[in-house]
């Protein structure tokens, strides 16, 4: 089994930052945040691959950055000048041999 334990969710005020971490229980290819908002489709935000390679969503390009520490196993995003359309569950994803895997979901809210 794999687990991953997200923090770093919460409330904060259009144009704050927050900054998510996921914690991983062993190594991965490619680590990326997924974020869901009501009624809308589960869309990619920011992937990393071990060799620190990166994909980011057009809409969070320039806020939005994505980082990890193998060390640590763990995955970061920084979220700068967050937008109301930034209210969403970010899910923490792994890729891995035996398949892929989701955290439990982390709420940001931003508020106007």
């Known amino acids: 089994q794999v687990q991953l334990v997200e923090s770093g969710g919460g409330l904060v005020q259009a144009g704050g930052s927050l900054r998510l971490s996921c914690a991983a229980s062993?190594?991965?290819?490619?680590m990326g945040w997924y974020r869901q908002a009501p009624g809308k489709q589960r869309e990619l935000v920011a992937a990393?691959?071990?060799?620190?390679?990166?994909n980011y969503a057009d809409s969070v390009k320039g806020r939005f950055a994505i980082s990890r520490d193998n060390a640590k196993n763990t995955v970061y995003l920084q979220m700068n000048n967050l937008q109301p359309e930034d209210t969403a569950v970010y899910y923490c994803h792994l890729i891995t041999h035996s398949g892929d895997y989701w955290g439990q979901g982390t709420q940001v809210t931003v508020s106007s």
């Open positions: 062993r190594r991965s290819n490619i």
């Open positions: 990393i691959t071990s060799g620190g390679s990166t």
